[in-house]
Structures are given as C-alpha cells and as structure tokens.
C-alpha cells in the first residue's frame, strides 16, 4: 500500500488552467513504477484522465488529449496533472493513483482522497 497526498484542485473560469500534484508520502514506494488520475463527475462514472508509466508512456483520455500534460519528478515522487483550457465538462472530483503493473496488467497501490476541480462558464 502506498499513501498519496493530493493538491491544487479549486475554482478556476472556462479557458484558464490549473495544476494538480500527487505525492507517494509513505508505504510501499518502492513498487510504485507508475502513476496517474482518474476523475469523478456527479452521475458520472469514474474515468481515467492521464497516466504515467516510470518509463516514459503517457497515456491520456481522448477528452483531455492536446490540453493536460502529466508529468514527475523522481526526486519528490510527486506526479503533476497540468490542465489547460479548462471547460465546465473538466469539473470532477480527481483521484491521483500509484501503482505498478504485473502480467501486462496495472494494480493500483493506493489512491488519493479526491481534489475537487471547478470550471465556472
């Protein structure tokens, strides 16, 4: 089990943007050879946003493609999520995850408690 600290979720107007971190504060880190965010909506389903292998492989939702950028700094096993161009559908509650992956399949380690992202119109 890994323990993740997430911030910089807040109130931001359609077109502006903002940045999230996540940061593997304890447990098992050692493991952890990726990382990403899933995000929530009110009646939605919960979706994978952006994700990052320790490797270098991003992978992105088709919605946010071209707009948010995932990025890590080893030294502070923190992930960043850069959202730009923001729009009211990007409001959610988002999730950072650390995990590692086993047979070609991704476990997730640990999640964090939810950061709430609003984009006013």
């Known amino acids: 089990q890994v323990e993740l600290e997430e911030s910089g979720g807040g109130l931001v107007q359609a077109g502006g943007s903002l940045r999230l971190s996540c940061t593997a504060a304890?447990?098992?880190?050692?493991?952890?050879?990726?990382m990403g965010w899933d995000r929530q909506a009110p009646g939605k389903q919960r979706e994978m946003v952006a994700h990052l292998t320790y490797s270098g492989v991003t992978k992105f939702s088709d919605s946010v493609k071209g707009r948010f950028t995932i990025s890590r700094d080893g030294a502070k096993n923190t992930v960043y999520l850069q959202m730009n161009s923001l729009t009211p559908e990007d409001s959610a509650v988002y999730f950072c995850?650390?995990?590692?992956?086993?047979?070609?399949?991704?476990?997730?380690?640990?999640w964090g408690q939810g950061t709430q992202v609003t984009v006013s119109s």
């Open positions: 995850n650390a995990g590692s992956y086993s047979g070609g399949y991704y476990y997730a380690l640990g």
């Open positions: 304890s447990g098992d880190i050692s493991k952890i050879s990726a």
